[in-house]
């Protein structure tokens, strides 16, 4: 199928020295690209579970907003 796409110059310059360095078409490496693009979005990814360390205490400071990043700031900082 033939189809027109927009690319930035600098991408497009790298994408056809790849293609003459190892002797294949532009639309070849193009193609290439495209598909690992989308099967690398389509795979999901496992992540290692995260173990967060806790420790014992009485739980937040009166008055302290874990939403309020500016008064978390100046709490911190008295």
Request: glycine share 6%; proline share 3%.
């Amino acid at each position: 199928m033939r189809t027109t796409v927009r690319l930035d110059e600098h991408l497009l310059a790298e994408a056809k020295k790849l293609a003459a360095e190892t002797g294949r078409t532009l639309t070849a490496i193009l193609e290439d690209a495209l598909r690992e693009a989308l099967a690398r979005r389509s795979t999901p990814h496992k992540r290692a579970r995260v173990r967060l360390k806790t420790f014992k205490g009485d739980g937040l400071r009166p008055g302290v907003d874990l939403d309020d990043s500016a008064a978390l700031l100046d709490t911190m900082e008295s």
